[in-house]
């Protein structure tokens, strides 16, 4: 990190960033550019582990691509607005990027991660389970295996 004394160095800071962040952006390998897109998530801490959880549809460009190449990496932020400085204006921003690994899970587990991303979301009274059983949906969970954190104003 350019900036050292814009790092976020308390993991749990990092949470706190990326719980406030209502989408991340997903980054997989696509030959020639790479191919980014934005998610909805959930996601938990486990034995001093974070695991994020997506849900999609079982076909399409993203899942081609996981298939391919499970290594992602994700980008999410938060803007807080802007500030006046000595130089003009700048972004008061707080973000996290993270470089995992993305699976597909089943059963349970879909379910786990489909509870975690309606929690995060703020959507209750819906059926968990009804919405892991349609055919259409897949549940994804990338195991993070690096992870950093920046904020403008510390």
């Not at 801490?45 to 549809?57: Q, S």
């Not at 932020?77 to 204006?89: A, F, H, S, W």
Request: net charge positive; proline share 2%; aromatic share 10%.
């Amino acid at each position: 990190m350019r900036k050292q004394q814009r790092q976020i160095k308390e993991f749990d800071e990092i949470i706190k960033v990326l719980d406030k962040c209502q989408t991340i952006r997903l980054g997989l390998f696509d030959g020639e550019y790479p191919y980014i897109v934005p998610l909805s998530f959930g996601w938990e801490k486990k034995d001093g582990k974070l695991y994020i959880y997506f849900h999609c549809a079982k076909e399409g460009k993203k899942v081609s691509l996981i298939s391919r190449n499970p290594k992602v990496c994700v980008e999410a932020d938060v803007l807080n607005g802007y500030r006046k400085t000595e130089q003009g204006v700048t972004a008061d921003y707080e973000s996290v990027i993270a470089f995992g690994s993305a699976k597909e899970v089943f059963e349970k587990e879909a379910e786990h991660g489909i509870s975690l991303l309606l929690s995060h979301c703020g959507v209750t009274g819906y059926s968990v389970e009804k919405c892991v059983m349609t055919k259409m949906v897949a549940v994804y969970k990338i195991s993070v295996e690096e992870i950093t954190g920046k904020k403008r104003f510390i």
